[in-house]
């Protein structure tokens, strides 16, 4: 009689209380997270820090503390990817948003995560996240949610460029306005922004209006309109009446002023934006929007001017 090899040990079935465990528990973190979202909106604190650094630090904790999760930063990593691809079907005009909050939510998951798991390791909890990174998370997530607690909001951008055109055929010229091209539109503005359609209005003197109408990107179609305020042969200034196009979500521009100075070879022309950053916190939001209202000023140039 043969005999028969030994069988191989089968593991053990895993219990259904137990298989679920972990997507249950990440579906009740997605659904608190978007809770917090939704919150958030409802309270208008949507372009604070209290979003773009408080929510994605709850997430994070909430996914680290997920049952059966062999590493916190990989569960971390794949929530805040469900998270924000649930956000984009939801809001599906909301690219530039999601794309804006991204940076956010994988930094933070990653640094909570990477601590998570070297605390595991060690079978106790960092003392430093807790006393350290914790309590400085909770500090930034506060900018913006009252006066005090911002950095200043004022910005100003100033654009030069020279033109062959002489200092009266400059200004008839930006009396006429631009002419938007689509197709040149720059690379930056491209990416879910509200885009200039089309222009009605013209002239310089005082108490001439124009009105920019801007659609695509992220939310309704709206209008900019401006004022003329202040005129001269060499000097204008425009200043906003009112805007209900979606870019007054993230910055209230103020005014635009143009001067017109003579050079040898033709005209230098100074445009100076003033305008008041609505996003936090200010060491993100700041220089993207500062890059952002310089590349809508050098096409503005451009469809106003021509080329350098």
């Known amino acids: 009689m043969t005999e028969q090899p030994p ?11 137990q298989r679920f465990g972990v997507f249950s528990v990440l579906c009740i973190a997605l659904a608190l997270a978007s809770v917090i979202y939704r919150i ?21 904790l909430l996914l680290a503390a ?9 569960m971390i990593m794949k929530g805040i990817t469900l998270f924000l691809l649930l956000l984009g079907i939801l809001f599906i005009e909301g690219f530039i948003c999601i794309l804006m909050a991204a940076p ?32 400085a998370l909770a500090l930034m997530s506060m900018e913006g949610v009252t006066g005090f607690l911002s950095f200043p909001r004022q910005e100003t951008v100033i654009l030069r460029r020279e033109t062959h055109l002489t200092p009266a055929e400059a200004r008839a010229h930006l009396a006429r306005g631009p002419e938007f091209d689509p197709a040149a539109l720059p690379g930056f503005l491209k990416l879910g922004f509200p885009q200039p359609q ?21 939310g309704k179609p709206g209008d900019l309109l401006a ?20 870019i007054a979500h993230w910055l209230d521009w103020q005014d635009a002023d143009w001067k017109l100075e ?28 500062r890059y952002g209202v310089k590349t809508a000023g050098e096409y503005f140039l451009t469809s106003t001017f021509g080329t350098r």
């Open 40 to 60: 958030l909106v409802l309270g208008h604190k949507e372009q604070t820090a209290l979003m773009f650094i408080g929510l994605p630090t709850a997430l994070a």
């Open 66 to 74: 997920l049952p059966g999760a062999k590493s916190a930063t990989g």
């Open 227 to 246: 004022e003329v305020t202040e005129s001269g042969p060499n000097h204008i200034i425009v200043t906003q009446v009112s805007n209900t196009s979606h």
């Open 198 to 218: 089309s222009i009605t209005g013209g002239g310089l003197e005082t108490g001439d209006q124009w009105r920019i109408h801007f659609a695509g990107g992220e």
């Open 104 to 135: 956010f939510f994988y930094s933070i998951g990653a640094l909570i995560g990477i601590i998570v798991d070297k605390a595991r390791a060690k079978r106790e909890w960092n003392s430093r996240f807790r006393m350290v990174v914790l309590p």
């Open 262 to 289: 003579p050079t040898t070879n033709g005209t230098r022309i100074v445009l100076t934006i003033r305008y008041r950053r609505l996003l936090d916190p200010a060491w993100y939001f700041k220089p993207i929007e």
């Open 7 to 17: 069988e191989s040990p089968q593991p053990p079935p895993i219990p259904g209380n």
